[in-house]
């Protein structure tokens, strides 16, 4: 098993390298990089963040329009003095050639230096880290619920297949299924957040603003009563494919000769849940989890940082992506990549724990 991880992670290495490497070569195409978008400030609002950051000689220039900026390869440079246009591709690193930048990036991710992001004067790192509490409590937490309500409910759903306890809990899923959580979080809001009914919980925020006046059991009270209706808006779509996937995978096991062997002996129904159709029935289900956490934790919040005012992951890689922030975008994908391919690599060691009889060792 030892050599099979040792394996994975340097398989890591190469697969990394691919993701970003793709994705640097087709943001250098793209157009409406930060070049454009500081040049975009200046000429059409005149005193723009990047303006703000140019020298007062070279304020002057630009709006004087010394140069023409004809043979720019740059939208809407029109008007503005090369030299200004070089000295905004050198604040950005975009003074040096493709490959020059490329080969640099690829030292300082293999180093985790992420650089700084071009338009807030803060460290990739240090966003990242001010962001990573609400994206990982609406992971977490999110998941959790999810597996906790999902996996029992399946397996019961599994057991008591085709009675009435089966038929509308599946009325009840494919009812939460359809809704959308972007518009069940405005429910929430509207119901629970002094909207038009209850003021019960908070609406902005993962803590209080007294938060550090509090005591330990205060606090965590304060922190999941702030995280509450995220965590539930988050999972709320999320219940029907784990849950059916369960009742699934344990059916068709049930079903299976070794089950009706069992059964054949006079084990009790319990123990051959227990014992023989639970290890096999759940290698599907954990197979699930790292693409499960993964858009839980990065993709999924975006709208729900947005409705309950969250500062999270999502919300810093939409901010990012429209200011074109390509520090900010990069570190992101390497890192989440980083994480998945991690969490695939946990998946199959809890495989083994699971079901002792798999062997990676002796996959060719």
Same mark, same amino acid.
């Given at each position: ?15 990394? +390298?691919?993701?970003?490497?793709? $994705? ?25 963040? *990047?303006?703000?950051? %140019? &020298? ?25 003095? #090369?030299?200004? =246009?070089? @000295? ?11 490959? @020059?930048?490329?080969? !640099? ?32 409590? /609406?992971?977490? +937490? ?18 008591? $297949? ?5 038929? +509308? ?8 299924? *359809? ?29 209080? &603003?007294?938060?550090? @006046? ?10 999941? +009563? ?6 539930? &808006? ?8 784990? !849950? ?22 006079? %084990? ?33 919040? %975006? ?7 969250? @500062?999270?992951?999502?919300? /810093? ?9 390509? #520090?900010?975008?990069? *570190? ?6 980083? /994480?998945?391919?991690? /969490? $695939? ?6 495989? &083994?724990?699971?079901? #002792?009889? =798999?062997?990676?060792?002796?996959? $060719?």
């Amino acid at each position: 098993m030892l050599s099979y991880i040792a394996r994975r992670l340097l398989l890591i290495i190469p697969t990394l +390298w691919a993701i970003i490497t793709i $994705n640097f070569f087709i943001v250098q195409i793209a157009p409406g990089g930060p070049v454009d978008q500081a040049i975009a400030d200046m000429q059409g609002l005149g005193q723009g963040g *990047a303006l703000q950051r %140019l &020298t007062g000689s070279e304020r002057g220039d630009a709006a004087g329009g010394a140069g023409d900026g004809g043979g720019s390869k740059y939208r809407g440079a029109r008007g503005l003095d #090369p030299e200004v =246009i070089a @000295e905004i591709e050198k604040r950005y690193g975009f003074d040096k050639p493709v490959g @020059e930048r490329y080969v !640099t990036m690829l030292k300082n991710y293999a180093a985790f230096n992420f650089g700084d992001s071009l338009f807030r004067g803060r460290t990739v790192l240090g966003l990242i880290a001010e962001r990573l509490p609400v994206s990982i409590s /609406l992971g977490i +937490w999110s998941t959790l619920l999810i597996y906790l309500v999902s996996i029992p409910l399946g397996i019961r759903k599994a057991v008591k $297949n085709g009675s009435r306890f089966d038929v +509308w809990t599946s009325g009840i899923i494919v009812v939460g299924n *359809a809704i959308p959580p972007f518009l069940f979080a405005v429910l929430l809001v509207v119901l629970f957040c002094g909207g038009s009914f209850l003021s019960v919980f908070p609406l902005r925020g993962l803590f209080s &603003t007294n938060f550090e @006046e509090l005591d330990f059991f205060h606090k965590v009270l304060d922190y999941f +009563w702030h995280i509450c209706l995220p965590t539930l &808006t988050l999972s709320i779509g999320g219940f029907a494919g784990l !849950t059916m996937l369960t009742k699934n995978s344990f059916l068709d096991e049930i079903h299976k000769q070794y089950v009706l062997t069992a059964r054949s002996k006079g %084990l009790a129904e319990k123990k051959i849940l227990s014992r023989h159709v639970f290890r096999n029935a759940m290698l599907i289900v954990i197979s699930g989890f790292p693409s499960v956490f993964i858009s839980m934790f990065f993709t999924g919040s %975006l709208l729900i940082e947005t409705v309950f005012s969250l @500062e999270g992951l999502g919300l /810093l890689g939409l901010e990012s992506t429209m200011q074109r922030d390509y #520090p900010v975008i990069f *570190a992101t994908l390497y890192i989440f990549t980083l /994480l998945g391919l991690l /969490l $695939n690599l946990l998946s199959d060691i809890v495989y &083994t724990f699971v079901d #002792p009889r =798999i062997d990676f060792e002796s996959r $060719n």
